[in-house]
């Protein structure tokens, strides 16, 4: 993927991880507790929220359950 295709999407926000998530389906990523990611897009009722991050891979983006993150969204 490519990085400034990411810097054109501002983020929304930032989230810190409550749990650990294995990510078992499509379109989401795992993630650690504790882990710090960037808020893509708010949940839209469906109890998911798009999320990205950097990691040795490059820009990974995808799903993770808002139930199992804590978000500050930008002013």
Do not use: H
């Amino acid at each position: 993927m490519n990085e400034e295709y990411y810097e054109a999407e501002t983020p929304l926000g930032t989230c810190r991880a409550l749990y650990p998530f294995d990510a078992t389906s499509e379109g989401s990523i795992p993630m650690s507790e504790g882990e710090e990611l960037q808020v893509i897009e708010v949940d839209q009722g469906d109890g998911w929220t798009r999320v990205r991050r950097f990691s040795s891979k490059g820009w990974e983006e995808g799903f993770v359950p808002t139930s199992y993150i804590e978000c500050t969204l930008y002013a």
